[in-house]
């Protein structure tokens, strides 16, 4: 019996639930499981920048601004692995409230990476063409749950 659009939905948002879970637990536990991969952020940063150039089909005349806006990724990456990091190092002896001031420190970082992100991508986004446009706001919109979508929903 295959199954129904409705079973295959329910099965990938109890996945989404269990990964959620998986995150929360991860972002708040300074214990090894974040520890698994040195410099894990930049690695993924790197990832993520030669995946966007790609998709958002660069082209010459954009390169230099995209420039910006990887340096600014690589960055992010390098600051949220420092605070990682130093989170990890010190995971046996915080206090609770020293674990939350660097999740706090954590977050603030992300807040901020993301602003000077958005300030990069503004100008890169104004030059892009209307199908650029369209799928950065896929992209940015839905992230790697497009891809997901497309398999649950079987096209």
């Known amino acids: 019996m295959k199954p129904s659009g409705i079973q295959l939905l329910h099965a990938s948002a109890r996945q989404m639930a269990t990964l959620a879970a998986v995150i929360a637990v991860l972002a708040f536990?300074?214990?090894?499981?974040?520890?698994?991969?040195?410099?894990?952020h930049q690695d993924r940063a790197e990832l993520r920048v030669?995946?966007?150039?790609?998709?958002?089909?660069?082209?010459?005349?954009?390169?230099a601004q995209w420039a910006?806006?990887?340096?600014?990724?690589?960055?992010?990456?390098?600051?949220?692995?420092t605070l990682t990091q130093a989170r990890i190092g010190h995971a046996k002896d915080m206090?609770?409230?020293d674990d939350l001031k660097?999740?706090?420190?954590?977050?603030?970082?992300?807040?901020?990476?993301?602003?000077?992100l958005t300030a990069e991508f503004?100008?890169?986004?104004?030059?892009?063409?209307?199908?650029?446009?369209?799928e950065a706001d896929s992209?940015?919109?839905?992230?790697?749950?497009?891809h997901a979508h497309k398999m649950a929903s079987g096209k």
């Open 68 to 81: 910006k806006v990887a340096q600014v990724m690589r960055d992010n990456a390098k600051a949220m692995d």
């Open 50 to 63: 030669t995946d966007l150039h790609a998709k958002l089909k660069i082209t010459s005349a954009q390169e």
């Open 95 to 97: 206090t609770a409230v």
């Open 139 to 146: 992209l940015f919109r839905h992230g790697d749950r497009k």
């Open 29 to 40: 536990a300074p214990g090894t499981a974040m520890a698994a991969e040195k410099d894990a």
């Open 122 to 134: 503004s100008p890169l986004y104004d030059s892009m063409s209307d199908s650029q446009k369209k």
């Open 102 to 116: 660097s999740y706090g420190e954590i977050a603030d970082t992300h807040a901020d990476g993301i602003k000077k």
